[in-house]
């Protein structure tokens, strides 16, 4: 009987999948189909490769970003599924206005991606409150804004809501040379439990979960400027990471596609950490062997 079916497949198909030729579908659904999404700092990075995954699994994806020409060339890259939009998120008007035209266009908003960050030297002793407050407009108020009107927005619209805002492992140690970015990720995960709580006694069908990426190639984490003796240090660390490497963009992507989709629809105000086990070591560097 198995060969029966394997040859009718391989015959009628044109290597279409055997499960979709009995049931006479030609078409592989994806895990989002019929969703809409809004995926903030995605003209490139990681926020690029969360659009790119939610795409082929067949969401119709909202790139946002102030990159506008990066943005246009993501758009390019991944396709007609995909549009651009600018969205500074740490300005509450261009939110309202995001919001507008998404509903004009699409009638409703499934999934939001607060992806958008700024990383920034800035330590306890002689950081500037300029540049502070320029990281946690983006890093923390950005996802505020973002909540809100994702809030407003997805309760009458949506009956798979999901927020997923981007962390950082950062959030759950001291980065000395970083507080700013490290303060305002540590507040992303008490927001996101707040958000997820409120939304639940509320009973607004809306999930609200974190995740906490380790190292991810990234021109953001290209940006951050080491000399030769610490790029080498750099590396013996990255080597030391559990996993013994970094992660890639599609990693969290695939990390982002889990909590969008109704596999995790029991699941709210939770962090998901993508990061090798790093945090999951405490770093003594020997192993005991018995
Ligand atoms: P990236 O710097 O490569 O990309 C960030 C994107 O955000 C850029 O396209 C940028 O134009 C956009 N952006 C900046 N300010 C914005 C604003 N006001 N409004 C809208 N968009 C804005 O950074 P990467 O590495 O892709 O990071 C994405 C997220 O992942 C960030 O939240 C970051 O903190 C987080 N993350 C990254 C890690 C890494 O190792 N790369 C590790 C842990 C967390």
Redesign the pocket.
């Known amino acids: 009987m198995q060969y029966i079916l394997l040859a009718f497949v391989f015959l009628n198909s044109n290597f279409i999948w055997a499960g979709d030729v009995m049931s006479g579908n030609h078409e592989v659904k994806g895990r989002l189909e019929g969703r809409v999404a809004l995926v903030?700092?995605?003209?490139?990075?990681?926020?690029?490769e969360i659009a790119r995954v939610l795409v082929r699994e067949g969401a119709q994806v909202v790139i946002?970003?102030?990159?506008d020409e990066?943005?246009a060339l993501a758009v390019q890259e991944i396709g007609s599924k995909s549009c651009y939009m600018h969205?500074?998120?740490?300005?509450e008007c261009d939110w309202q206005l995001a919001m507008q035209r998404i509903l004009e266009t699409y009638s409703k908003l499934d999934i939001l991606v607060n992806?958008?960050?700024?990383?920034g030297a800035v330590d306890p002793e002689n950081g500037t409150l300029e540049k502070w407050r320029k990281i946690q407009?983006?890093?923390l108020e950005?996802v505020f804004l973002g909540c809100k009107y994702a809030i407003q927005t997805m309760k009458d619209t949506s009956e798979h809501s999901s927020i997923i805002n981007?962390?950082?492992?950062?959030w759950t140690r001291g980065i000395p040379g970083g507080i700013a970015?490290s303060a305002s990720?540590a507040a992303v995960t008490n927001l996101t439990q707040s958000v997820a709580v409120y939304c639940g006694q509320k009973g607004y069908n809306i999930r609200c979960n974190w995740i906490?990426?380790?190292?991810?190639?990234?021109?953001?984490?290209a940006?951050i400027k080491r000399d030769a003796e610490q790029e080498a240090r750099f590396q013996e660390y990255i080597r030391s990471i559990p996993m013994g490497k970094?992660g890639t963009?599609e990693d969290?992507g695939n990390g982002v596609l889990f909590l969008a989709s109704d596999e995790s629809k029991y699941i709210t105000g939770t962090e998901l950490r993508i990061d090798g086990g790093v945090t999951a070591w405490t770093g003594i560097p020997w192993t005991r062997e018995k």
């Open positions: 903030t700092g995605a003209a490139q990075g990681i926020g690029k946002a970003d102030i990159n990066e943005g969205l500074d998120v740490s300005d992806n958008a960050g700024l990383n407009a983006v890093d950005g981007i962390s950082s492992i950062a970015y990720k906490s990426p380790g190292f991810i190639p990234t021109p953001m984490l940006g970094m963009p969290i």
